[in-house]
């Protein structure tokens, strides 16, 4: 019989919405000085992954351009290269359906992009904030204070979410959502959590194995409100993308077939490749079968487990989405705050007396290792150091999950477990 998640016992305290009421006020004091600091960093570097959507809103609005048409890539291509794109960069080639893409319309009425780009860069750096708070709120750690000023320090400073804020990448927003879309399913928001599903259902390469772990969850234990919030919202999203562009379907599919035929970005299959050339392929396609046979391994238990089995399994997920083959870049590893949150709770629970320096250290070397490399190793070594930055988070990911799956999913139960927490 397939067992559903029970609302949690704790609901938020006073403390609670006092914290978060001074996190508000703090973040609309902050939304300023980020919106120039970000005005003044657009006109330097990056930017292409909101350019896209950017430029496809006002190609569609005030031009009447087909979204998905070359025009797009061309126009963004200028706007970051100053040139159009050549082999290794990123053809900036549309590949969001057109429902999400209708959420980036706001924005595309204005015509300065460094405008534009500054408040999205600003959202996303919200967004930021809120998905730590969020990632160490589903860990149920009462951390000790050095810890919960060190984590935002790291998430927030950390060389991959360096990266997103550059590109202003969605994908800090799309974090977000995912610790939502946990955080309701464990409070029996079941609508709420289909809700958010369907607004992340896009960037397949960064939570695609994490969304389809949800629903095979969903239909196993027949929790049909999450469908039914899910298909309310697709319904709606629906019907506003095919009210404004009726025919969007088919060119969206032929943009996201170029788009997977494009040669750049990271993945196991290129990084293998490079560096053994003869067997790379081969070897790339052994380890993404083997991930996925432990993948589906995982899933078939934690679907009928409780829910910190659950919670484990969903953050193993995106932290094995960059080891499967998907083509990603080096952004998008800023989504693996939600595991890397969950890695660090459980150490500093478990080892109670050496748990504040194992943490600790668990924590510097996931933030200084890969600036190390990048201001080290990078102009020296070149393409190879990139390489190794792309698979060290998801890899020391991996190996943490791992480490900690046993008290991760087995509360201690015996008077022995209890002994060595304290």
């Known amino acids: 019989m397939a067992t559903s998640f029970k609302p949690p016992s704790k609901s938020l305290t006073l403390r609670d919405y006092q914290f978060i009421a001074l996190v508000m006020v703090v973040f609309a004091i902050l939304s300023i000085g980020l919106f120039f600091a970000n005005r003044n960093l657009g006109t330097r570097f990056g930017g292409g992954e909101f350019y896209m959507p950017w430029v496809a809103g006002r190609a569609f609005i005030f031009e009447r351009f087909d979204p998905y048409s070359s025009y797009v890539p061309e126009q963004v291509q200028n706007l970051i290269y100053e040139r159009a794109a050549r082999a290794g960069d990123e053809p900036y080639i549309l590949d969001i359906p057109f429902h999400i893409l209708l959420v980036y319309f706001p924005l595309s009425l204005l015509s300065d992009p460094q405008t534009a780009r500054a408040i999205f860069t600003v959202l996303c750096e919200l967004a930021l904030f809120a998905f730590a708070f969020l990632s160490l709120r589903l860990t149920d750690w009462e951390s000790p204070r050095v810890f919960g000023v060190l984590f935002p320090v790291f998430c927030v400073f950390n060389f991959y979410t360096f990266q997103a804020v550059i590109e202003a990448t969605p994908v800090l927003l799309l974090g977000l959502l995912y610790a939502g879309i946990l955080l309701a399913i464990r409070a029996g928001q079941d609508e709420l959590a289909g809700a958010l599903v369907a607004l992340s259902f896009y960037h397949w ?32 999203f629906l019907a506003a993308s095919f009210l404004a562009y009726p025919n969007w379907p088919i060119p969206f599919l032929r943009a996201t077939l170029g788009n997977l035929r494009a040669d750049f970005g990271f993945s196991l299959q290129s990084i293998l490749t490079h560096l053994w050339p003869s067997h790379g392929r081969t070897l790339a396609w052994v380890f993404a079968i083997l991930f996925l046979a432990a993948l589906g391994y995982e899933w078939s238990i934690a679907r009928k487990s409780d829910y910190r089995h659950f919670y484990w399994a969903s953050c193993l997920s995106l ?45 510097v070397t996931a933030f200084t290792v890969p600036w190390a490399l990048y201001f080290f190793a990078l102009p020296q070594f070149g393409k190879i150091i990139e390489e190794i930055l792309y698979l060290f988070p998801p890899l020391f990911t991996v190996i943490g999950l791992y480490w900690i799956r046993w008290w991760a999913i087995r509360p201690p139960r015996v008077w022995s477990d209890f002994a060595r927490l304290n």
Do not use: H
Request: a positive charge; aromatic letters at 12%; glycine letters at 8%.
């Open 205 to 236: 390469e960064v939570g695609g194995l994490f969304i389809l772990f949800i629903f095979l969850m969903t239909m196993y234990q027949k929790r049909t409100r999450i469908l039914a919030g899910f298909g309310m919202a697709t319904l709606i």
């Open 319 to 363: 932290a094995a989405a960059p080891l499967v083959g998907f083509r990603s870049e080096m952004e998008n590893l800023a989504i693996l705050i939600l595991p890397l949150a969950f890695v660090f709770s459980i150490a500093n629970q478990r080892w109670r007396r050496t748990g504040d320096v194992l943490t600790l250290f668990l924590l």
